[in-house]
């Protein structure tokens, strides 16, 4: 039985709906131009990129799958995100390609290939960029409802009408303001976030016990529970995955770069790196947390019920726990905190795809430029098609297994060949059309092959790993390693006079 | 053990405490640059007519 209350809870989330509405609706009148729409006139400062990257990487979606990293793996699920601030923390200092891809003057990372590569490239890593976000982003809405259902208490019949309402709301003003609302309810959202999740914490923290929730993950995990190279279900592998994706996607994840790319200038997108990337830490960790907390405090009869649906167990163990500890009031702050956390996420990735579905996907078929009017009112059918994607997504696709595993596997549809292709653009004067093509098609194969074996054979994602030892975390380094070697021995077998 | 628990802790520790302070300290500082971003975009410093800026080589 979930203690929210109605009127006091739904008040606290009715007002902060109302703010974010008006303050996302009011900064529409600024955009006259796609350059306004997509990277908010490139005038973003250091402090509004760093709630807006920070709100963007923080969705209900990651809440849920790093508590469930928590109960799954104690406090080594939190790996991830030590490793991501580590790759967010160097690049942001030595400017490793954002320096040369921010000073390039594009608006998508597609089009600064198409300077190097060809327009057939830049076309091409459009689609795979697409591809891999919007079936990464498929899930999203589901997962925000289910917790939105979960925390409320609300009969799960309802799920259907809360992913509307969630999409319908960020869909208004993302439509209407493009990126200048973005960044604005980020600013919003970022506060609200961070205020909900630290009480909900210094709560938890206060009534688990650091001791218990350390003596839980002892007693699960054992040694494990701390380091994950010693994880029976994670190990080596696991870490190396994990490090090559999030290098890979401080590199070139959409949402990430398009900080970079409406900061005010290179310094400062450089300096918007620096300045997050210790909350990649606290991404992980704080849900984490929660997680662990679930797993301790969670009774044998709720655990019961839990593993009567074994594909949402691990997935729903902490909103059921979060359900029934928090207070009228607090309830209704973590609702608000975990919807501002969506809209902030959901609103991001609608407006970055749309930017390389309209500048990359579809601009290399338009014959001549389009009025500026025309480009914002193509964007807006953009984002809007976007969002319908996501309502029959999230009803119809089944996910198995680990939500972080389906998450970085569907990354890295594009994250191995786009951070090889930045690398080399970027570093590499041989670099050249043929090994880009070689890179994308080898980058994209591994992961979704693993996703259609994952749906097509029977016994699934066991099947595979049990009978032919092909694993999430093998194809994600296959398919990092394959793209590097792919660029370089077809770029070097092109002969030279053929230029891209 | 002991070595892990006293990292994870501290971990937790200064998560908590840097996510504490960075929040109010945006919360501040962001308010500033919302301002600077509207007032600039309302001056009409952009002009919606002017060419894309050219995209260099970064090689």
């Known amino acids: ?500 | 053990m002991e070595l892990y628990r006293w990292f994870w802790g501290l971990l937790t520790i200064a998560a908590l405490v840097w996510y504490s302070t960075i929040t109010i300290y945006i919360a501040y500082r962001g308010v500033f640059d919302i301002q600077h971003l509207l007032k600039t975009l309302s001056r009409g410093e952009f002009n919606p007519d002017a060419p894309e800026t050219p995209v260099k080589d970064p090689v």
């Open chain 1, 1 to 500: 039985m979930s203690n929210f209350s109605w009127l006091v809870d739904g008040s606290i989330v009715g007002l902060y709906l109302v703010v974010t509405m008006l303050a996302g609706l009011m900064v529409r009148k600024y955009v006259g131009k796609v350059e306004h729409f997509l990277v908010a006139g490139r005038e973003m400062n250091l402090f509004l990129g760093i709630a807006s990257l920070a709100a963007t990487e923080f969705g209900i979606v990651t809440c849920m799958y790093t508590a469930q990293a928590g109960y799954e793996f104690g406090f080594a699920g939190a790996t991830p995100g030590i490793l991501q601030a580590l790759a967010m923390l160097v690049i942001g200092i030595t400017g490793f390609c954002v320096k040369p891809l921010r000073n390039s003057g594009v608006m998508t990372i597609p089009e600064l290939f198409e300077v190097r590569f060809g327009k057939f490239i830049r076309w091409l890593s459009g689609v795979v960029i697409v591809l891999g976000g919007l079936l990464n982003m498929g899930v999203f809405l589901r997962i925000g409802g289910e917790f939105l259902v979960l925390v409320s208490g609300m009969d799960e019949r309802y799920l259907v009408i809360t992913m509307t309402a969630l999409l319908l709301m960020v869909a208004i003003y993302t439509i209407v303001g493009g990126m200048l609302s973005v960044l604005v309810t980020d600013f919003l959202q970022f506060i609200v976030m961070s205020v909900g999740l630290l009480a909900v914490t210094y709560l938890i923290l206060g009534r688990v016990g650091w001791s218990t929730i350390v003596e839980t993950v002892e007693r699960t995990h054992g040694a494990g529970g701390f380091n994950p190279f010693i994880h029976p279900k994670l190990g080596f592998e696991y870490v190396l995955a994990q490090a090559l994706v999030q290098v890979a996607a401080t590199l070139t994840w959409q949402t990430t770069i398009a900080r970079l790319l409406a900061a005010k200038d290179t310094w400062t997108g450089q300096k918007v790196y620096i300045g997050t990337s210790f909350f990649f830490v606290c991404r992980f960790l704080i849900p984490g947390i929660w997680g662990i907390a679930a797993l301790a405090m969670l009774s044998p009869a709720q655990q019961g019920l839990l593993a009567s649906d074994p594909n949402t167990a691990t997935l729903h163990a902490m909103p059921v726990y979060l359900s029934t500890i928090l207070p009228i009031g607090l309830m209704g702050l973590l609702v608000a905190a975990m919807l501002a956390a969506d809209m902030s996420t959901d609103s991001s990735y609608m407006i970055t795809w749309a930017a390389v579905i309209y500048n990359d996907i579809l601009g290399p078929f338009r014959k001549q430029k389009c009025s500026e009017a025309t480009g914002l009112l193509i964007n807006r059918m953009i984002v809007a098609l976007i969002g319908v994607f996501l309502f029959f997504y999230g009803l119809f696709y089944k996910l198995e297994g680990g939500l972080w595993d389906y998450l970085t596997t569907t990354g890295t549809v594009y994250l191995s060949s786009m951070s090889v292709l930045l690398i080399a653009c970027c570093y590499w004067k041989r670099a050249n059309n043929w090994g880009a093509t070689a890179a994308i098609i080898v980058g994209a194969a591994f992961p979704i092959g693993y996703l259609i074996l994952e749906k097509t054979i029977p016994g699934g994602a066991v099947t595979l790993h049990d009978v032919y030892g092909f694993t999430q975390d093998r194809a994600k380094i296959s398919s990092f390693a394959l793209a590097g070697v792919s660029m370089v021995v077809f770029s070097l077998l092109k002969p030279k006079t053929r230029s891209a």
